[in-house]
């Protein structure tokens, strides 16, 4: 496929569990962002990949909240002692660069119980 | 503050009328616009973008938005709406300066198409 997946495209868990959310951006892009939308609402941003660093993580809520992305592909968001208020539709992007536009994925629905 | 404000919820139009979605925001270096679409069980898809240059931009499915520096605004129109069109629709602001790539979202516009 050539657009961004994330898996799994529904997530399930109990408070207090610890959850990963992974991100397959379009092969070749550089740049990857991860938002979260709760409903109603508009994407929120959480961060900003430039191959393997993090330019920007100033949209992580707490110190729950991790992302890395290893080897300038794959992402994979992480959250420790997931409460209710995580609950939300966690979105990734990515860009050709970082000054291109955003392509984004279905999302994961993350339903803490 | 860094903003986007979509005055409009939600939006009922008949199929083949015109469409205006508003979007106005407050950004404190040069702005980047866009406009996305959602509908429901898809992923947020491009319609257009603004960088620089012409203030009247086109998108895909016939949309087209203008932005207007004195009124801070990037206002999305089409001129004849079809029905495959009802889904949600949001308006974005970023910035290319720094490390900043954030983009700021409004809460959307739901639109729906009546037969």
């Known amino acids: 496929g050539a657009g961004v997946s994330q898996t799994p495209s529904n997530k399930v868990t109990e408070k207090g569990k610890y959850v990963e959310l992974r991100c397959d951006p379009i092969s070749g892009h550089t740049a990857l962002y991860w938002y979260r939308q709760s409903l109603g609402q508009g994407p929120e941003f959480l961060i900003y990949f430039q191959g393997t660093g993090a330019a920007d993580d100033s949209g992580l809520p707490n110190d729950r909240f991790f992302a890395v992305r290893p080897e300038g592909s794959v992402s994979t968001l992480k959250i420790q002692r997931t409460e209710r208020g995580d609950s939300a539709v966690y979105l990734c992007a990515s860009s050709l660069s970082s000054y291109n536009e955003q392509f984004f994925g279905p999302g994961t629905r993350l339903t803490v119980l | 503050a860094q903003s986007v404000t979509q005055p409009d919820i939600h939006i009922t139009v008949s199929e083949g009328a015109s469409l205006e979605l508003r979007c106005n925001y407050s950004y404190g270096a040069t702005p980047y616009l866009f406009w996305y679409v959602q509908s429901p069980g898809q992923g947020l898809q491009l319609l257009l973008k603004?960088?620089?240059?012409d203030t009247l931009v086109q998108g895909i499915k016939g949309f087209e938005a203008e932005f207007k520096r004195s009124q801070s605004s990037f206002n999305l129109r089409k001129p004849s709406v079809h029905w495959s069109d009802a889904a949600e629709y949001f308006c974005?602001?970023?910035?290319?300066?720094?490390?900043?790539?954030?983009?700021?979202w409004g809460l959307g516009t739901s639109l729906a198409v009546n037969p």
């Open positions: 974005a602001v970023g910035s290319l300066t720094g490390n900043n790539r954030k983009l700021i």
């Open positions: 603004y960088f620089s240059g």
